[in-house]
């Protein structure tokens, strides 16, 4: 049992994959794993653990933003042992070719700044996913017939953002879309030799100001949860 996270030694698997909704960590638990069974509920943040296909996977919760999910991963890799660790989340699209439904799978993640800052300095480190994980779950979506789209995308510190000429060199520089997470999963991964890869589902966009029902998220979040999954074991 680690600070964050209540699960008894073993009760983790390698492969973690990591919603920021501790909701969506347990309709993804019920949806896709068998004998899914809850693992971890420290602070309201939910952890199941289950297999998919015979291989032993645990869905848990990151919470919302980098320095919510720095506690998570850290916790994970360090406390339990995880080693493939992949974002499944939401983002906003920053490229009109990108639409509402689609999959985006995050190449690079560039950022204002992340937990990790502190470590690097003056160096603008480049975080990115790891390139089999990446490959796979380009594969994988292009055989389910899923639209996606693969490259850069930029992790905010910030939900409610007022730096639209940011934005606007981000789209301008081909950034597919936006959330805030991924660019710290990426950096502990490096740092840690682990695998790491965020599959995002695309929930609203910033150019035209669409953006999916509620009620329509957890149909179109199926495909994202389903790559990722066939990505960790391929």
Known sequence: MSTHIGAAPGEIAETVLLPGD?????WAAETFLENARLVSEVRGMLGFTGTWKGNPVTIHGSGMGMPSLSIYVNELIRDYGARTLI??????AMQEAVRIRD????MTASS???????VFRELNFAPCADWGLLRSAADAAAASGTPFHVGGIYSSDVFYD?????????TRHGVLAV???TAELYTLAARHGRRA????????HLLTHEALPAEDRER?????????????FA
Not at 22 to 26: F, G, Q, T
Not at 87 to 92: L, P
Not at 103 to 106: G, R, Y
Not at 162 to 170: F, K, T, V
């Open 103 to 106: 999959v985006v799978l995050a």
């Open 112 to 118: 204002l700044s992340t937990p990790s800052r502190g």
């Open 220 to 232: 179109s979040f199926g495909a994202m949860v389903g790559i990722a999954l066939a990505a960790a």
């Open 22 to 26: 501790p909701r969506r960590a347990k």
């Open 162 to 170: 007022e730096r639209p000429d940011l934005n606007q060199q981000l």
């Open 197 to 204: 890869l965020a599959v995002l589902t695309v929930s609203d």
């Open 179 to 181: 959330e805030m997470e």
């Open 87 to 92: 974002r499944i989340g939401s983002c906003g």
